[in-house]
Structures are given as structure tokens and as C-alpha cells.
């Protein structure tokens, strides 16, 4: 199982940008699929995480700007990221819990700069 994320940048503050993340490879049911992000000299914190039925959860510093969405289909997650601060920079992981495997992305690289 691979995945590939996508859609990081460099964003002024009060901006938007939307990451994906896409899992490849032998899938049948991915039971969890998430976000966290990880800045310099701190942990990796648990961003945003959805279930396959739907159910999420955030981090009370994105309630209410950020969200999560898949795509079972397609094996793809989403994180909509609204009025973003500088704190929100950060490398952005996504991850996925899949016949009790843990599986990370690459990380992608959230900027948010004036």
C-alpha cells in the first residue's frame, strides 16, 4: 500500500488550500483515514481522522476550518483548509489504518506566510 499526497504550498494568512491523498496498491477496506502535521521541534499531532462510515474528528484548534472528506471509491482522502493561520504550518501527513496496518504519505509542506 502506497500513498501520495498532494496540494501543499505557500499560502498568505486567511487563505485556502485543499490537500489529497490517495492510496494505491492492494486495498480492500481502509477502516481510518487522517491527517496530522508536524511542525519544527514539535510532535506529530492528529490534524483530522474519518471512518468509514463517516465519523470525524478534529483537532480543537481546526474545528470550524478546516475539513475531512473521502472518497471510498477512490480510495482518497481530502483536508479543506480554510482561514488559515501561520500557526497551521507545518508538514501535513496523511495516514491510514488498513487490515491492521498503520500507513503514512510522504508529507507535504504548508506554509502560510505573508
Known amino acids: 500500500v502506497q500513498l501520495q499526497a498532494s496540494g501543499g504550498g505557500l499560502v498568505q494568512p486567511g487563505g485556502s488550500l485543499r490537500l489529497s491523498c490517495a492510496a494505491s496498491?492492494?486495498?480492500?477496506?481502509?477502516?481510518?483515514m487522517g491527517w496530522f502535521r508536524q511542525a519544527p521541534g514539535e510532535r506529530r499531532q492528529l490534524v483530522a481522522g474519518i471512518t468509514t462510515g463517516g465519523t470525524v474528528n478534529y483537532a480543537d484548534s481546526v474545528k470550524g476550518r478546516f475539513t475531512i472528506s473521502r472518497d471510498n471509491a477512490k480510495n482518497t482522502v481530502y483536508l479543506q483548509m480554510n482561514s488559515l493561520k501561520p500557526e497551521d504550518t507545518a508538514v501535513y501527513y496523511c495516514?491510514?489504518?488498513?487490515?491492521?496496518?498503520?500507513?503514512w504519505g510522504q508529507g507535504t509542506q504548508v506554509t502560510v506566510s505573508s
Open positions: 495516514n491510514i489504518f488498513h487490515l491492521s496496518q498503520i500507513y
Open positions: 496498491g492492494s486495498i480492500s477496506s481502509i477502516n481510518f
